[in-house]
């Protein structure tokens, strides 16, 4: 490139506020369909994606999120912009939540990642059962309308794209332990614990 | 076919759309040029077909806006002392008069001049951002050069 670097400096930091005057002018206009940031957390630097609807995904790190915005851009829509004020709800509720100042989230959520039918109805089961309770997996199976597949409420529970918000944290093996957790179960152990819904030792 | 996430286009391709659109407009219009591209790319990015080369895309459609500019420019009655801010883009290498001359070259020529000598494109590139064919690209930046060395001495 020809100019210097001087310039290029300014250009930088004047392209970088057109583009957040851009950003606002957008989002007025509907022409941001998923809004995205990241919020740091005690479990780790958590993806959070919102729709106008609600939010609509929530990811651990170990996702890497170039990987989870490709698939936001495939599956809902590629007009995918970081705009911490479309997630501002649910970041600031997720901070209180990890303070212990929130026990129920009240962000609307963007159910569109979710196939209709069973994995829905059991994750619609599971976001109802309360802060500092659990239940199983053949509870929410029945729930569902199928109180035989406990393990395919398991699977649908490990697809969940918002987790935390709808707790499959909350979900255990009826035969004891915290069982499986797709964000490592480590944190599911943390969450439950943070809830006070670890069974005493 | 996939299309990658907006934010991706805006982080890789930012600078380089502001850079062009301060050298085609000055750093006055550069802004509205900007936010104009980036809305209307928005807007017609979800029915976009081929994303084989969205830079070229980006900057066919920032060209587009630096195009509406200059001719809105023109009908406009702008006061006198107004001229001397619009006619010279703030230039990037310090050089007014350079800048004065490239500002006053035919749209097509302009844009083609600052694609091949501002931003270092290739014809092809060019051909692609302004939507023209690799041999026009390559006719408007010589005949936009052959303009700004007769009016001054350039070395470009």
């Not at chain 1, 995205?36 to 170990?62: C, H, M, N, Q």
């Not at chain 2, 017609?44 to 980006?58: E, I, K, M, T």
């Not at chain 2, 091949?116 to 092809?124: G, I, K, N």
């Not at chain 2, 006719?139 to 007769?150: D, V």
Request: proline letters at 8%; aromatic letters at 8%; one cysteine or more.
């Amino acid at each position: 490139m020809k100019p210097q670097t001087g310039w290029d400096e300014g250009l930088e930091e004047a392209s970088r506020r057109a583009a957040a005057t851009t950003l606002e002018v957008a989002r007025r206009r509907g022409l941001v369909d998923i809004g995205y940031t990241t919020v740091d957390t005690p479990v780790g630097t958590l993806f959070v994606a919102s729709t106008g609807k609600g939010l609509v995904r929530l990811a651990f790190p170990e996702q890497p999120f170039d990987h989870v915005l490709e698939e936001l851009a495939e599956t809902l829509s590629p007009r995918l912009l970081e705009d911490p004020k479309r997630t501002d709800a649910a970041r600031r509720q997720l901070e209180a939540y990890f303070e212990g100042r929130v026990h129920r989230f009240r962000t609307p959520l963007d159910w569109s990642l979710t196939p209709p039918g069973f994995s829905k109805r059991v994750l619609e089961a599971t976001a109802t059962i309360p802060f500092g309770s659990v239940s199983t997996y053949g509870d929410v199976a029945k729930r569902a309308g199928s109180p035989r597949a406990a393990r395919a409420a398991g699977n649908a529970l490990h697809d969940n794209p918002i987790p935390i918000v709808v707790p499959c944290h909350r979900v255990v093996p009826s035969g004891g332990g915290v069982g499986k957790y797709g964000g490592q179960e480590w944190r599911k152990e943390f969450l439950l614990d943070l809830e006070g819904a670890l069974a005493q030792p | 076919m996939t299309l990658p996430p907006f934010q991706r286009l805006l982080d890789e391709h930012r600078t380089d759309v502001y850079r062009f659109l301060v050298a085609a407009v000055g750093r006055q219009a550069a802004d509205d040029c900007f936010q104009e591209t980036f809305l209307s790319a928005l807007r017609a990015y979800p029915g976009l077909r081929d994303a084989s080369n969205l830079r070229g895309w980006l900057f066919t459609i920032a060209t587009r806006k630096t195009l509406d500019h200059w001719r809105g420019e023109r009908r406009r009655p702008i006061p006198v002392e107004r001229l001397p801010e619009r006619a010279a883009p703030e230039p990037p290498d310090g050089d007014p008069e350079l800048w004065t001359a490239v500002g006053a070259l035919p749209p097509m020529q302009r844009a083609a001049v600052i694609h091949r000598y501002v931003l270092d494109l290739s014809y092809a590139e060019i051909a692609d951002a302004l939507g023209i064919s690799e041999d026009a690209a390559r006719a408007n930046a010589y005949e936009g050069r052959r303009k700004l060395r007769s009016t001054q001495e350039v070395t470009a």
